[in-house]
Each structure stands twice: as C-alpha cells, then as structure tokens.
C-alpha cells in the first residue's frame, strides 16, 4: 500500500528566501506526482503535476522534481514571498485504480 | 476561480439527520472524487466516479453514498450523521486523460459538525 510522507510538517522562512519542500513515498510505481497548495478553510489547489517518465516540472517561481528510484519528489520555491504562506501537499497516483495518495503537508509561513 | 462548487460550505447538525453535500462542476469532466479530510491530516479517498451511473467507494470506509445521474453533478447523502462524520469533505473533478494524467480541481469544501 503506497504511503507518502512529508517532512517537516511546518517551516517558517524569511521573505526572499529559497526553499526546498520534501516529499517521499513508499512504492515506486508511480504514474504521476503531484503538488497541491491547500489555503486556510479551502479546498486545494493544482500547482504541478509530473508524469513518471518526466523529472521535472516548472511553473513561474515553483519547480518540482522526481526521482522514483528514490522515492522522493521536492518543491522548489524561489524567492518567497509572504503570499506563498500556505499548506503544500504532495499525492502520489499509484495502484490497478491509479487513486492519488496523499500526504499530510508541509505548512509554510513566510515572514515579510 | 472556482469552476467546482459545494454546498453548504459549513453545516451544523444533530445527530440522526440525513444530510446531502453538494456538489457541481461547469468544466465538464468525466471524473469526480470525494475526500474527506481531519485538521492537519491527509485527505483520504471516500468514493469516485468515472462518468454518469458509475460510482465506486474509495480506500476509506465510509458510512456515505454518492449518486452520478447527471455528469456535472456528485452529491453525498449520510443517511444518519453521526459524531464522527465531523470532519471537511473536499470534492474534486478532473477530465479524462487515457494516461490518467490530469489534475485535479478541488472545491473549497464543506466542514460539517455533527452534535
């Protein structure tokens, strides 16, 4: 059964500041990774999706990278800013019904 | 912007009632998930479908059923809330990808309170 952790489960950071969200997940047969933004009192909110055979995806500020072999995926975040303060989730598509499963998020505040 | 809505977004209720989340999406998409999420925790599939008359439950066992009689349209009846139904139900929808590669667009959810 897949299970995908994410560590730390919140991270405080300065304005300005890079910074590296982690995600791992237990079966490598993936058929994609994705990461999702989740607002308080909201629902979430697509950032990337990376297709198994990719390695990376980029949106604006954001890069994702996978690497099955491993298990992991990160969050790349450029030069952040207090609007990026939010909870990050990663989902793994996996299994014969190919269902994401979640992890339980990194909250991030970023500091102005 | 949201093209998926739920209602209500809160709801209060004793126990007992039977309750009907709603949920619609104008995008069109064949697929439509429910999840259920607790404060700081993950969310977990509770039922899915792939198109009108196809339901199927999902990983978490859920006293819930869901109905697709129209493609635009997924609500969630609890015949009998109880306690422990309080949690935030989260719908989501994504169009048909023959890779199963397409994102999904959530709603901003409905918290329910069960007293």
Known sequence: KQEVTQIPAALSVPEGENLVLNCSFTDSAIYNLQWFRQDPGKGLTSLLLIQSSQREQTSGRLNASLDKSSGRSTLYIAASQPGDSATYLCAASSGSARQLTFGSGTQLTVLP | EADIY??????????????????????????????????????????????????????????????????????????????????????????????????????????????
């Open chain 2, 6 to 115: 739920q209602t209500p977004r809160y709801l209060v209720i004793g126990t007992g009632k039977k309750i009907t989340l709603e949920c619609s999406q104008t995008m069109g998409h064949d697929k439509m998930y429910w999840y259920q999420q607790d404060p700081g925790m993950e969310l977990h599939l509770i039922h899915y479908s792939y198109g009108v008359n196809s339901t199927e439950k999902g990983d978490l066992s859920s006293e819930s059923t869901v109905s697709r009689i129209r493609t635009e349209h997924f609500p969630l009846t609890l015949e009998s809330a109880r306690p422990s139904h309080t949690s935030q139900y989260l719908c989501a929808s994504s169009e048909y990808s023959a890779s199963f590669n397409s994102p999904l667009h959530f709603g901003n959810g409905t918290r329910l309170t069960v007293t």
